[in-house]
């Protein structure tokens, strides 16, 4: 019988725990932000330092984004545990 390899399912728990942490980072973000205030032409960055780098487009805002990750964590983390149970 052929079995996976072990180093697999560690592989899907380290995606999973970096999908699902980069996207919490991002759901907080997405829910805590504020946008820049804009005097003029003049950015008020002085007493508000924003990220103006775009995570994604702005047709899924980084709060979407972020929980789209945490699924995605949990998917991969699902498989990891399958994965292993079969190997076992």
């Not at 924003?50 to 984004?65: G, I, Y």
């Not at 972020?66 to 190997?87: E, K, T």
């Amino acid at each position: 019988m052929n079995r996976p390899d072990p180093r697999r399912a560690t592989v899907l728990y380290a995606m999973s725990a970096t999908c699902a942490a980069i996207g919490a980072l991002l759901w907080v973000r997405g829910r805590t932000s504020t946008p820049p205030r804009v005097y003029g032409s003049f950015l008020a960055a002085d007493s508000y330092i924003s990220s103006a780098w775009q995570v994604w487009s702005q047709a899924v805002p980084e709060e979407r984004l972020g929980l789209y990750l945490v699924a995605a964590g949990l998917v991969l983390a699902v498989a990891g545990r399958l994965l292993s149970d079969r190997r076992d």
